[in-house]
């Protein structure tokens, strides 16, 4: 299973939801989906935005989980 670790990366960033969409450029809601681990898929591009904005790695945000 991939777990999204967005919440931890914006905690560590002390950065708002509303904050990152702005700078990603995508709603809250669909950010709310990712942060919350309800996403089924996510674009490349939207991984590399949401990477700059938190000035992290792929690796920081997305993991692995045996289920």
Known sequence: MIVINLDVMMARRKMSLGELSDKVGITLANL?????NKAKAIRFSTLDAICRALDCRVEDILE????
């Not at 709310?32 to 919350?36: R, T, Y």
């Not at 692995?64 to 289920?67: G, I, L, Q, T």
């Open 32 to 36: 709310s989906i990712l942060k919350n």
């Open 64 to 67: 692995y989980k045996e289920d």
